[in-house]
Nanobody
């Protein structure tokens, strides 16, 4: 079983930065594809960024390209999302997610961390 715990959310002004962290336990990152999702008020959950178990960055949603950077520290079993030049439309609950080998869907989820960007 994989446990994921996010941290680092908060309130920030537009143009500011935040770094989200996701602590994984139960399996090493080298056995998991991992990603960040977000759900804004009144909207569907959206995939923000992912990387494969090998550490290759696979995807950024267009709206965050050039502003967000996904990374991981395998030694600490941690994943990060550095968010720069934040915009009010980035306001959402951000979730860390993971899937094991052979899974199409992300089947492990954190509890979420709120990011609020004020204009």
């Amino acid at each position: 079983q994989v446990q994921l715990v996010e941290s680092g959310g908060g309130l920030v002004q537009a143009g500011g930065s935040l770094t989200l962290s996701c602590a994984a336990s139960g399996r090493t990152l080298s056995t998991l594809d991992m990603g960040w999702f977000r759900r804004a008020p009144g909207k569907e959950r959206e995939l923000v960024s992912t990387f494969s178990r090998s550490g290759a960055v696979l995807y950024y949603v267009d709206s965050v390209k050039g502003r967000f950077t996904i990374s991981r520290d395998s030694a600490k079993n941690m994943m990060y999302l550095l968010m720069n030049n934040l915009k009010p439309e980035d306001t959402a609950v951000y979730y860390c997610a993971a899937r094991g080998t052979g899974n199409i869907l992300y089947n492990y989820w954190g509890q979420g961390t709120q990011v609020t960007v004020s204009s």
